[in-house]
């Protein structure tokens, strides 16, 4: 069983909507937790840490269930900027080792 | 600050070949790591550094060795490359080995072996 799995998408939305992507990860001791944004042909780069109250910075939302074992991430009012590859990403507390999902793909039309 | 670069941008090998890729930061991070990225399998550690003199194997290590001389630097050698390591590879840092620290991440490079 892969340590993270993630909804690939693709997932086109129009400018404006609502749109959320859930992540499952295995290890229940697992203790931290982050989306990573990659635009195409670049390096990911971190978008926000996703903390057991949850969090939100602007438009976006990070929340953590750690009973069912999944991360979310919600983009309210989404922009053509939005557009990119989202990753999960969890670190299961075995060490100095993160664990990527495979990355979920948004397209937002105009 | 530069952050992290990596060299070379693009390569082509031929199969059985040898190379390295370097990884630089000027953040002064104890904490470096190379991964590979393939379509449909994410990104997938290959090696990591937990500062000068230590190094341990990650998730897919197998025909790739590394060495950690110094802070900055930390080269990802190929012994005889092959089709299979045909990817992207990343190359990121962190300032320690917390869990819950940023990873910043090099440009990549674009490696295909024939």
């Known amino acids: 069983r892969k340590e993270v799995e993630q909804d690939p998408g693709p997932f086109n939305v129009p400018e404006g909507a609502t749109v959320a992507f859930n992540c499952t990860y295995s290890?229940?001791?697992?203790?931290?937790f982050f989306w990573y944004r990659q635009d195409c042909r670049k390096e990911p780069k971190l978008l926000m840490s996703?903390?057991?109250s949850g969090n939100e910075d602007g438009r976006f939302t990070a929340q953590l269930n750690r009973a069912s074992q999944y991360i979310s991430l919600l983009i309210r009012d989404s922009k053509l900027s939005d557009s990119a590859t989202y990753l999960c990403?969890?670190?299961?507390?075995?060490?100095?080792?993160?664990?990527f999902g495979t990355g979920t793909s948004l397209t937002v039309i105009p | 600050n530069a952050g992290v670069t990596q060299t070379p941008k693009f390569q082509v090998l031929k199969t059985g070949q040898s190379m390295t890729l370097q990884c630089a930061q000027d953040?002064?991070?104890?904490?470096m790591s190379w991964y590979r990225q393939d379509p449909g399998m994410g990104l997938r550690l290959i090696h990591y550094?937990?500062?000068?003199?230590?190094?341990d194997q990650g998730e897919v290590p197998n025909g790739y060795n590394v060495s950690r001389s110094t802070t900055e630097d930390f080269p990802l050698r190929l012994l005889s490359a092959a089709p299979s390591q045909t990817s992207v590879y990343f190359c990121?840092?962190?300032?320690?080995?917390?869990?819950?620290?940023?990873?910043?991440f090099g440009p990549g490079t674009r490696l295909t072996v024939l």
């Open positions: 290890n229940s001791a697992s203790q931290s």
């Open positions: 996703v903390y057991s």
């Open positions: 550094s937990v500062g000068a003199g230590i190094t």
């Open positions: 990121a840092s962190t300032s320690d080995g917390s869990s819950y620290n940023e990873q910043f």
């Open positions: 953040m002064n991070h104890e904490y």
């Open positions: 990403v969890v670190n299961p507390n075995t060490g100095n080792q993160f664990y």
